[in-house]
C-alpha cells in the first residue's frame, strides 16, 4: 500500500511539473498577468515551429476565447469586461489569433443584439409596435435572449392588429373618413419597414398585414369591415 501511494505521488508530482513547463500554460499566465512582451518571447522561444505545441496553444486560445462569449451572453461578464479580456490577448503581438478576432466580432453582434431587445422590449411596452417589430428582428439567434423574443413579436403584431381595429371602428363612429385612411396608411408603412428589417435579419416571422389593406378599402368605399374567415 506504501509502494502504491508512493507512486500515485511522483506520478502527480510528474503531471505538475510537466504542466508547469508546458509552453501554453507558461504563455498564457504571462497573457493573464498582462506580460505580452514575455508571452511573445516565449511563443517565439518554445512554441512556433513546434507544431504540437502551436496547436495546443491554438486550441487553448479557442477555448478561452469560447468561454469569454459564452460568459458575456449568459450575462456573466459585462461587454467592457469581455472586450477587454479579448484585448489582453490580442496584445500579444507575436500572435495571429483568427479566433480571438472572431470572438471580438461576435461579442460585438452580440451587443447590437441585446441592445435591440432592450429597445425592443421598451417599446413594446409603449405600446409602439412596429418600431418594436423592427427592433426585436434585429436580436441574434444565438443571443440568449432570443427565446423570448418570439412571443414579444407575436404580441406586438396582435397591437398592431387591435390598434387598426381601433382606427377602423373609430372613423366607423366618427365618419371622418380622410382620417381614419391616413392613419390606416400610416400604419401599413411603419410595419412595411418592420418586416424589411425582419427580414434582412432573416427573422421575418410570416405574420400578415393584409387586414389593412382590407380595412383601408373599407373606409374608401365608406361602409362598415366584416372580419373575414381564414
Known sequence: ??????????????????ACGNPTNKMVKYIEKGDYAEASKLYESEIRGNLNAEEETRKRIMEETEKIYNEY?????????????LDTMDKVNALDWHSVYETK?????LYASKAAY???????EEKNYAEAIGKLSQVYKDDSLFEKVP??????????????????????????????????TSLKLELDRAEEIARAYENDRGFSNSYLIEYTQTLNDGGVYEEKKY
Open 1 to 18: 500500500m506504501k509502494k502504491i501511494s508512493a507512486l500515485l505521488v511522483i506520478a502527480l508530482m510528474v503531471s505538475f511539473l510537466s
Open 73 to 85: 451572453n449568459s450575462g456573466k461578464l459585462d461587454y467592457s469586461e469581455a472586450i477587454r479580456l
Open 105 to 109: 466580432r461576435m461579442v460585438d453582434f
Open 118 to 124: 432592450s429597445d425592443g422590449e421598451k417599446l413594446l
Open 151 to 184: 412571443e414579444m413579436l407575436r404580441s406586438a403584431y396582435e397591437g398592431s392588429r387591435n390598434r387598426a381595429q381601433e382606427i377602423l371602428q373609430q372613423t366607423q363612429e366618427s365618419g371622418d373618413w380622410d382620417d381614419g385612411i391616413e392613419k390606416l
